[in-house]
């Protein structure tokens, strides 16, 4: 037998499996992990979801999601557990304005982290690019759990040049979240919003992956 023994369910309120040697599986969440003889997991990194030429926002002012994807419950109810979010839109300025761009992580109600360009050109552009790449982690479980977030965003905003180098901004978080239910399902979203209006943006790619 290759395994001493393969579990399943979900991490519930005492962290669920009991770390035997092994292989571990969440059919919940279908994560699959490796437990050794010091009783420590290891995730196997896994793609949650993958977003492919998503269809575009228009009239973007207030928040509107780019991605949004759906957690089980309990995924999220280990300490260091730890989600790598990426993505890569773009985006069409009317020009005269010079809004800025605002692009956030949120989970459930909780607002983790969240970036705001400097101000766009005063020229109408097309297609203008911007990549974004957040990464969180449990800090403490329960239904009072904390995450710490970080991230940033590289985002053309040279007159109408997409080709035109990126401008990274990074975020300015310097503690954990507000208290996060994290023994419930949990919807994670990042969201753009914008200081006066921009005409479209289109996610073009964009991954959730589970890296530990």
Not at 101 to 114: E, M, P, R
Not at 152 to 177: C, F, G, K, L, M
Request: a neutral charge.
């Amino acid at each position: 037998m290759p395994f001493d023994q393969i579990t399943s369910g979900p991490s519930g309120p005492t962290n669920g499996n009991n770390n035997s040697p092994g292989l571990t599986l969440d059919t919940t969440n279908n994560i699959v992990a490796s437990v050794g003889t010091s009783h420590t997991e290891s995730i196997f990194q896994a793609t949650l979801a993958l977003f492919q030429g998503l269809a575009a926002l228009t009239t973007i002012t207030t928040a509107q999601n780019l991605i949004s994807k759906a957690l089980g419950s309990y995924l999220l109810n280990r300490a260091g557990r730890t989600i790598r979010v990426k993505g890569w839109f773009i985006y069409t300025s009317p020009g005269t304005t010079t809004p800025t761009i605002t692009v956030a992580l949120v989970l459930g109600a909780t607002t983790l982290c969240t970036i705001t360009t400097a101000a766009l050109s005063s020229t109408a552009s097309t297609d203008m690019p911007v990549q974004f790449e957040f990464v969180f982690s449990t800090v403490t479980t329960g239904a009072t759990g904390t995450i710490e977030a970080h991230g940033s965003v590289s985002a053309n905003i040279s007159a109408n040049t997409p080709a035109a180098a990126t401008v990274q901004y990074s975020d300015t978080n310097t503690a954990v979240s507000s208290a996060v239910n994290l023994q419930s399902a949990l919807t994670l979203a990042v969201t753009l919003a914008a200081s006066s209006t921009i005409t479209s943006a289109q996610l073009r790619l964009g991954t959730i992956e589970i890296v530990g």
